[in-house]
């Protein structure tokens, strides 16, 4: 009977380890998913929503594609893909703000030439970019672009600013669900003028909310250029 004890002591004692291993990984998942709810900002969250809609209605062919399967309609992807095209770029410039709300990061190029032009001045790297096969124009823009950049490394926005503007655009976002919704129960050409509207309000916006001129300029200073190392790989 002693002997049996022992034998379950044992077997209970060679659990313990195990058992607490168990308990270490079940915290550390715990504190992994708590942290990962940290890492997503106010803004993230504010906008999630409106990302979602998007999306759900992009994994359709977005209104292009729905419309194109509920109608026989010619010529209308003028209409259908811009508007796609309208609350995609909507989207894009909201993600800016949020993701440059405390600064806007050295984008590839500018991470190449600002520690470059601080170490060697702006004739040198000039000198260097045109020896590299760009025009002197050229060469002279990406050298803006670099000191546009630095200069926008610590720029600050304001998240009551942004979070208005997430809600104003929402407004939008609703009302594209709400006519995809609508695409096969009425009249193509009744759909058609809805989609219309809704482009100009979109492309009002757009123009007219300072923060999101401000998100399409930054990203509109970003020069494409492919080569700029000296790396053959990158011509």
């Excluded at 759900?56 to 893909?81: C, E, P």
């Excluded at 309208?86 to 800016?96: M, S």
């Excluded at 208005?164 to 709400?178: A, C, D, G, H, P």
Aim: proline share 3%.
């Amino acid at each position: 009977m002693t002997k049996i004890n022992c034998q379950k002591g044992q077997s209970i004692n060679s659990l313990n380890p195990f058992l607490i291993l168990i308990q270490l990984l079940f915290v550390i998942l715990i504190l992994r998913s708590e942290v990962g709810a940290a890492d997503t900002s106010p803004c993230a969250a504010l906008l999630h929503p409106l990302e979602s809609k998007v999306e759900a209605i992009k994994d359709q062919g977005g209104i292009w594609g729905m419309f194109d399967q509920n109608y026989k309609v010619r010529n209308h992807s003028t209409i259908t893909l811009k508007l796609d095209s309208k609350i995609t770029v909507l989207i894009v410039r909201l993600n800016h703000l949020c993701v440059t709300q405390d600064g806007v990061p050295l984008e590839e190029i500018a991470q190449i030439l600002v520690p470059r032009l601080k170490a060697e001045g702006e004739k040198v790297v000039i000198e260097d970019l045109i020896n590299l096969g760009h025009f002197e124009e050229e060469a002279e823009k990406l050298i803006a672009y670099a000191r546009f950049a630095e200069s926008n490394l610590n720029r600050k926005l304001e998240f009551d600013q942004i979070s208005k503007t997430i809600t104003e655009s929402q407004l939008f976002t609703n009302r594209y669900v709400e006519l995809s919704k609508k695409i096969g129960e009425i009249e193509s050409e009744t759909i058609l003028t809805k989609l219309k509207v809704l482009i100009s309000d979109i492309e009002k916006f757009l123009r007219a909310n300072p923060y999101l001129v401000l998100a399409d300029k930054e990203n509109a200073e970003i020069p494409h250029s492919r080569y700029i190392t000296g790396d053959s790989d990158a011509m």
